[in-house]
């Protein structure tokens, strides 16, 4: 009984997508910088990633990553092209499970569309430890928009998942990456993807959807640009597949 098999890319997502083969892939979930984090332009490009998303009080001291600095317009266009090649490589009937927040939510949906998937929804992820906003509303909220390639194929896949979630960020050591989503959230997300199908992501970073992926017996292909924080993903990965549940291995 072989244990999940994956595969860790490190490079940039449009230079590694192209070498994968079309429909290798079951389903694309994926957490890409969001460029967002500032209401104007310079504040978007004057500052670090970490310096935009990771809290003056946080511990840790994560890797930072690049590529966080594009305008609304070049972060459309620039997402609609990795996308589009995730929507060659995902079979027929696959969805798409792309991350983003409330400013670069209405960019990720024509990024989507422009890529050629059918957009279905929206899916609020709620963060119970989140950024207070003064005079204002917290920002609990971050979103999870779910497109497909094609149809719905519920005859494939019959699940019935939940419309929202809720979950926060690691914390402590089990925090490797400043934008980390939690497994118990990319647990959830990958049952989206058929039993036994391999999940791509091309912006790994932390590895929790190739972890998520792994311990539910499903494949995964991740690429990843930035070589420490492949490193810090290509561990948890290795151990992600050493710790497959037996009940989870396909035969």
């Not at 694309?28 to 009080?57: E, H, L, M, W």
């Not at 311990?215 to 810090?232: K, L, V, Y």
Request: proline residues 8%.
């Amino acid at each position: 009984m072989p244990t999940p098999t994956w595969t860790l890319h490190q490079g940039d997502a449009l230079t590694v997508l192209p070498t994968l083969p079309s429909d290798s892939a079951a389903a694309t979930i994926t957490d890409p910088p969001y460029n967002s984090g500032g209401r104007t332009t310079s504040q978007r490009t004057s500052d670090t990633a970490r310096g935009k998303y990771v809290s003056a009080y946080a511990r840790h001291a994560h890797d930072d990553f690049d590529g966080d600095s594009r305008d609304q317009r070049s972060y459309t266009l620039w997402l609609s092209l990795v996308l589009a090649e995730c929507y060659r490589v995902t079979q027929h009937a696959g969805p798409l499970l792309v991350f983003t927040d409330f400013r670069q939510l209405p960019a990720t949906s024509d990024a989507l569309q422009a890529a050629g998937w059918t957009w279905r929804g929206i899916i609020p992820w709620h963060k119970p430890i989140s950024r207070p906003c003064r005079g204002g509303f917290r920002r609990a909220c971050e979103y999870i928009l779910w497109g497909t390639k094609g149809p719905v194929d519920a005859a494939q896949n019959p699940i019935c998942l939940p419309g929202l979630y809720s979950s926060s960020q690691p914390r402590g050591k089990a925090r490797v990456h400043i934008t980390q989503k939690p497994d118990s959230l990319m647990a959830e997300l990958v049952q989206a993807c058929i039993p036994g199908g391999t999940v791509l992501d091309p912006f790994t970073g932390s590895g929790a959807t190739g972890v998520a992926a792994l311990t539910t017996g499903r494949p995964f292909t991740g690429i990843e640009a930035s070589a420490p924080i492949a490193a810090t993903a290509r561990q948890r990965l290795t151990d992600a597949a050493a710790h497959t549940p037996l009940d989870k291995i396909a035969t």
